[in-house]
T-cell receptor, first 114, second 110 residues
Framework: DAGVTQSPTHLIKTRGQHVTLRCSPI?????VSWYQQVLGQGPQFIFQ???????GRGNFPDRFSARQFPNYSSELNVNALLLGDSALYLC?????????????FGNGTRLTVT | SQQGEEDPQALSIQEGENATMNCSYK?????LQWYRQNSGRGLVHLIL?????REKHSGRLRVTLDTSKKSSSLLITASRAADTASYFC??????????FGPGTRLSVLP
């Protein structure tokens, strides 16, 4: 079975631009979460979606938005990019919306903002 | 704010030695999970320990949880070069989402 897939793997943008990151969960997984990981730090929670509804939002500005589609794939959008948005963006899926359900991560999208 | 804090930040050992990493947290939790991340890749779930458990084993991994001290430890026995990675603890509680610490970078030298 395919794991969590993310696209693109790498992306270079300039300040002020917009970016869309995509994630396909493991087949059968209905919950998708997004995390931002700055170099040398742990992942920081951005959003969680379950059954196409937002179930959690981290401490990120409104420039960050996300959605989940009927096939459970998800998009993360970031507007008006800042240099500080440079990071590895990780998508994780889980079978159900449960705090006891381990997260399955993709390999991330490396975003560089210049 | 960070919930879990791993200690040490970096650890270097020889192949065959044991590696111990610690995680401290601040508030009550439902469970605590450990993840491994190889350089530039996603995190891989290793083990989950619930708040009513004190110790758990999985292969060469041993996790302990002390809720009175709000701390957990991950022991990797007989380490291998392939264990070289960053290790993160994630604390989880009702109404909240996974909160990861800054991680411990483990280097296992051949």
């Amino acid at each position: 079975d395919a794991g969590v897939t993310q696209s693109p793997t790498h992306l270079i943008k300039t300040r002020g631009q917009h970016v869309t990151l995509r994630c396909s969960p493991i087949s059968g997984h209905k919950s998708v979460s997004w995390y931002q990981q700055v170099l040398g730090q742990g992942p920081q929670f951005i959003f969680q979606y379950y059954e196409k509804e937002e179930r959690g939002r981290g401490n990120f500005p409104d420039r960050f938005s996300a959605r989940q589609f009927p096939n459970y794939s998800s998009e993360l959008n970031v507007n008006a990019l800042l240099l500080g948005d440079s990071a590895l963006y990780l998508c994780a899926s889980s079978l159900i919306f449960s705090i006891s359900s381990p997260l399955h991560f993709g390999n991330g999208t490396r975003l560089t903002v210049t | 704010s960070q919930q879990g804090e791993e200690d040490p930040q970096a650890l270097s050992i020889q192949e065959g030695e044991n590696a111990t990493m610690n995680c401290s947290y601040k508030t009550s939790i439902n469970n605590l999970q450990w993840y491994r991340q190889n350089s530039g890749r996603g995190l891989v779930h290793l083990i989950l320990i619930r708040s009513n458990e004190r110790e758990k084993h999985s292969g060469r991994l041993r996790v302990t949880l002390d809720t009175s001290k709000k701390s957990s430890s991950l022991l990797i026995t007989a380490s291998r070069a392939a264990d070289t990675a960053s290790y993160f603890c994630a604390t989880v509680n009702y109404g909240q989402n996974f909160v990861f610490g800054p991680g411990t970078r483990l280097s296992v030298l051949p």
